[in-house]
């Protein structure tokens, strides 16, 4: 199958990543207004089908450069799911040399078996950490 990452807010179309977040428990009622503000904010990615201009994927990275990254926002269309688009955007965004070295960390509710194989360790039933790599 054949995909293309998508990388910076500015190639990312707005509509594309409200649709996604509406498919999620903990972004459904999220405003447009504020999923725009939190992309300004953040490193976004993005992964559509090859051919295709709409994103199956999205996901975005909130990091201070030094210690820490936050990956947050991380959905895959669900028509999408079950041909490695996650996997191989999560591999993308954790492949990038500003976030190696930094410790990362991620919320997630029902996931732990998708983050765990990119060395995410369960803290807790929510959080979970990816020592410095």
Known sequence: M????????????LCDVVRLLRITYWAEKRPAEVIERAMQNSACFGIALEGSETLAGFARVITDHA???YLCDVVVDPACRGRGL???????????PEY???RGFLITR?????????????VNDRVMIRPPQ
């Open 67 to 69: 210690t820490t990254f």
């Open 86 to 96: 996650g996997k191989a955007l999560l591999g993308h965004i954790l492949s990038r």
């Open 2 to 13: 054949e995909y293309r990452i998508v990388e910076g807010k500015e190639n990312i179309e």
């Open 100 to 102: 190696m070295g930094l």
């Open 110 to 122: 029902d996931a732990h078996g998708f983050y765990r194989p990119f060395g995410f360790e369960t």
